[in-house]
């Protein structure tokens, strides 16, 4: 602290991650690479505050222009915590810190990792698993355990889901979804949210949000592209949640609750490959998927369809945009600097007690008094 007192640091890192630009690149990753996976860990031991104060001070270096040489660096920053601090003084005189490669040795670290990557599994069936003495993918089988339907899925199709998505991809999901849509209401949108919206070019998963500029008209068309993907043949596997939202004549109870109440589909696609790949006459991946495709070859895909009404839209958008990390920092933000809560489907003043209107993720921000944020520096 001493040390820090004369020093102006060349640059400012705000508080809250909604009011930093977080660009996907940027030149400390070896020591955010480093604090992820001891927020990840912390998280395996369930954990919260300890694998938030991990993220935090990832998300922080993230932020930074230039790469950190010196300890000296971190003055002035927030978020760094004393023990986020010793790693990253570790890493600088080492090249690695022991902590976390012992993390990455052990037994617990390398199951859990395995387990919850598996679609429907989380932290607690996999903690669960871990104590009965599950530490790989084949012990789930040999076990016999008995799996939800959602992790059968996961199961069955864990090779392909585990590889990552590319946006080419997410872009011919996201062309097939909207041929659907389109031959049920030409005026629907598709929108691609989730990391490929913040310019990843590898994802989980792909996230599509679907909306109609007509209020209520939106309501019904879920069912529709779900019966005409499947009548596709394009759909492994897929569950469908009700829109529990109803517009509020209240402020909002829980205003830090993450879940939002639209209608969606959880789901993994059949993704065609296309037939000749590597060949001189190369097949667009935007080829249509339908029969007339003579695919020879597929990948399972997770896809995520979530449909708001126009209303909501920008919140919506907002909301499934990301990472998780810039938005839980949005809520933290609202609630303890504006009064506001903040969810994904409307933003609540407490002061002025009533609902602000948006129809662009612009007019959210100026709600906040925040300067706007794109989505590709939301990669906090
Ligand atoms: N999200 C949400 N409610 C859920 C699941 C996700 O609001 N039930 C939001 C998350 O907060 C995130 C976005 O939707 O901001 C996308 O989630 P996810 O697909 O899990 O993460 P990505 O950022 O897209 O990362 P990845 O590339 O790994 O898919
Ligand atoms: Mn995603
Ligand atoms: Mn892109
Ligand atoms: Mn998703």
Redesign the pocket.
């Known amino acids: 602290k001493a040390a820090c007192a004369s020093l102006t640091p060349d640059y400012m890192v705000p508080v809250y991650a909604c009011q930093r630009r977080t660009p996907l690149q940027h030149p400390n990753r070896l020591f955010t690479d480093a604090l992820e996976i001891l927020s990840e860990n912390a998280e395996f031991f369930e954990s919260e505050g300890r694998s938030l104060a991990f993220y935090k001070a990832s998300s922080v270096m993230k932020a930074l222009p230039i790469r950190l040489t010196s300890t000296v660096d971190l003055c002035g920053l927030p978020c760094i915590g004393e023990h986020s601090q010793r790693v990253i003084k570790e890493i600088l005189e080492d090249g690695v810190s022991s902590e976390v490669e012992g993390v990455l040795q052990s037994e617990r670290y390398q199951a859990m990792k395995v387990l919850t990557s598996i679609f429907g599994v989380g932290v607690k069936t996999a903690d669960r698993w871990y104590r009965e003495g599950i530490r790989n993918f084949g012990d789930i089988l040999s076990s016999g355990q008995k799996l939800t339907k959602e992790q059968e899925a996961g199961v069955k199709y864990f090779k392909d889901l585990s590889s990552p998505v590319t946006e080419e991809e997410a872009n011919s999901i996201t062309d097939t979804v909207r041929k659907a849509v389109a031959s049920i209401d030409t005026r629907a949108k598709v929108t691609i ?4 919206r ?1 310019g ?1 070019q ?4 792909v ?1 599509l949000l679907i909306t109609h500029p007509e209020e209520g008209k939106e309501a019904g068309l879920l069912a529709q592209i779900i019966t005409i993907l499947d009548s596709q043949g394009l759909l492994l596997y897929y569950k469908t949640k009700e829109n529990t939202y109803t517009a509020p004549r209240e402020p909002p109870v829980k205003p830090h609750s ?3 109440r639209f209608e969606r589909c959880f789901s993994v696609f059949k993704l065609s490959l296309p037939p000749f790949r590597g060949s001189q006459e190369p097949v667009s991946l935007s080829t249509p998927l339908d029969k007339t495709c003579i695919a020879t070859d597929w990948k399972a895909v997770r896809v ?1 369809l979530v449909v708001s009404p126009c209303s909501q839209y920008a919140y919506a958008l907002l ?6 990390h ?2 839980r920092e949005l809520r933290r933000f609202a609630g303890s600097e504006k009064q506001m809560a903040l969810n ?1 489907h409307a933003l609540y003043d407490r002061k002025q007690n009533e609902f602000l209107s948006a129809s662009t993720e612009e007019e959210i921000f100026a709600h906040l008094g925040l300067p706007f944020i794109p989505p590709h520096e939301r990669n906090a």
């Not at 590898?202 to 998963?205: E, T, Y």
């Not at 909301?319 to 998780?324: E, F, L, P, V, Y």
Request: net charge negative.
């Open positions: 949210t989730g990391g490929f913040r990843k590898r994802g989980h998963d996230d993450t879940l939002d995520d909301g499934w945009t990301g990472s998780q810039f938005e994904s």
